[in-house]
């Protein structure tokens, strides 16, 4: 019991800063919301699936742990990698979102890069397992085309294992991949902006990866 109001509790809390300095600007720029099958209007869109599907990131509490993984629109669920094993789930679920997506950014990066950059950049993080720290990732896009899941690092974030993804009830792993940083504090940083129209919503995107970190 202990155990689970302390997964509990970081849930509740995933949005807060263990970096000095940054704590009230990096948590108003992001929050996840409750999810039950629709995607709000500012959601963080990553890019589209091999069906041209739009992918958004997601969080969902199982088995006493706070697993990152993609929520693909149209789909109540969400898709996570456990052990290798693709799980597909729709209770107590989150999603990633933002009305200041310009503030955030993908970084390219790799497995063995990642402790490095966090020391200097501020990580997403996007869930919790045991003795690992979870970022969020996806696929470098190929026109526009990626696929998202949770970045872990573990034993004291000193050793990452790479991007881990789901497909057809499997799960990947990536040694190399992009993550989801903080970027208002690098003003050379390059970012593009758009929008894309659903109805009448105007959902703002971002795809373009950091090219100056």
């Known amino acids: 019991m202990i155990a689970l109001m302390s997964v509990l509790s970081v849930f509740a809390n995933i949005c807060l800063l263990f970096k000095t300095g940054h704590t009230r600007s990096y948590t108003e720029v992001y929050s996840w919301r409750d999810y039950y099958g629709e995607v709000p209007h500012d959601?963080?869109?990553?890019?589209?699936?091999?069906?041209?599907?739009?992918?958004?990131?997601?969080?969902?509490l199982y088995k006493d742990n706070i697993i990152a993984g993609?929520?693909?629109?149209?789909?109540?669920?969400?898709?996570?990698?456990?052990?290798?094993?693709?799980?597909?789930?729709?209770?107590?679920?989150?999603?990633?979102?933002?009305?200041?997506?310009?503030?955030?950014?993908?970084?390219?990066?790799?497995?063995?890069?990642v402790p490095h950059l966090s020391q200097n950049r501020i990580l997403i993080r996007g869930g919790f397992e045991p003795s690992c720290v979870t970022y969020l990732g996806r696929l470098s896009p190929v026109n526009n085309v990626t696929n998202v899941g949770k970045v872990m690092c573990c034993k004291g974030n000193d050793s990452c294992y790479g991007l881990y993804t789901t497909s057809h009830g499997?799960?990947?792993?990536?040694?190399?991949?992009?993550?989801?940083?903080?970027?208002?504090?690098?003003?050379?940083?390059?970012?593009?902006?758009?929008?894309?129209?659903?109805?009448?919503?105007?959902?703002?995107?971002?795809?373009?990866?950091?090219l100056d970190y």
């Open 43 to 60: 959601a963080i869109f990553a890019g589209f699936d091999k069906s041209h599907k739009p992918l958004y990131l997601g969080q969902v």
């Open 170 to 210: 499997t799960g990947q792993l990536h040694e190399v991949f992009e993550i989801l940083a903080y970027v208002e504090d690098k003003p050379n940083t390059i970012i593009r902006v758009g929008t894309s129209a659903k109805g009448e919503d105007q959902r703002k995107l971002f795809l373009d990866v950091i």
């Open 70 to 113: 993609k929520i693909i629109e149209g789909d109540e669920n969400i898709h996570v990698e456990y052990f290798d094993v693709e799980y597909t789930l729709n209770k107590n679920v989150k999603v990633l979102c933002s009305h200041q997506p310009e503030k955030l950014g993908w970084i390219p990066s790799n497995k063995t890069e």
